[in-house]
T-cell receptor
């Protein structure tokens, strides 16, 4: 059973650019959630994908968007990058909705720096 | 959304000491989890504990749902216990886990 993987591990971008982060969920899981973790803070929920459809969104602007593919892997896209987007982006997979399931498995994260 | 408050924010212990971390939440929850984040950023699930008491080795947790708090106990701490401990709760909407700001623990030799 493979765990949750994310790519890339680190990324440096400049303001205004666009970025795509990728996540491969744990085998057998049908839900992927994305979180943003700023330095010194807890993870903040961005959105969740359940069976390829967005199912819940946190307080993030529309320039944060995502996709989930038939194999349940997922992408997070951020357009028009701002300095405050610098953070660790975490992907988590689960069987069933994230807020209800008894276990979410987190990937190692992608650290994004916006200059 | 549900507010989650953790205390203390920072904790320094000597190896072998015991500690108690607290999580208060503002509304009824159907999901409560404790996580440990290591220095490399990896979040590891410690307990799923919306109510009751569980134990896993030197760690145990208790949630009193009616009083809206949970406690994580670490006994005989080791340097490998260092990191940030997060409490996260899920509401009936099921959309997400709401995380607290964490307790940063440093265990010294």
């Amino acid at each position: 059973e493979t765990g949750v993987t994310q790519s890339p591990t680190h990324l440096i971008k400049t303001r205004g650019q666009q970025v795509t982060l990728r996540c491969s969920s744990q085998s057998g899981h049908n839900t992927v959630s994305w979180y943003q973790q700023a330095l010194g803070q807890g993870p903040q929920f961005i959105f969740q994908y359940y069976r390829e459809e967005e199912n819940g969104r946190g307080n993030f602007p529309p320039r944060f968007s995502g996709l989930q593919f038939p194999n349940y892997s997922s992408e997070l896209n951020v357009n028009a990058l701002e300095l405050d987007d610098s953070a660790l982006y975490l992907c988590a997979s689960s069987w069933g909705l994230a807020g209800l399931t008894d276990t979410q498995y987190f990937g190692p994260g992608t650290r994004l720096t916006v200059l | 959304g549900i507010q989650v408050e953790q205390s203390p924010p920072d904790l320094i212990l000597q190896e072998g000491a015991n500690s108690t971390l607290r999580c208060n939440f503002s509304d009824s929850v159907n999901n409560l989890q404790w996580f440990h984040q290591n220095p490399w950023g990896q979040l590891i699930n410690l307990f799923y504990i919306p109510s009751g008491t569980k134990q896993n080795g030197r760690l145990s947790a208790t949630t009193v749902a009616t009083e809206r708090y949970s406690l994580l106990y670490i006994s005989s701490s080791q340097t490998t216990d260092s990191g940030v401990y997060f409490c996260a709760v899920g509401s009936n909407s099921g959309y997400a886990l709401n995380f607290g700001k964490g307790t940063s623990l440093l265990v010294t030799p």
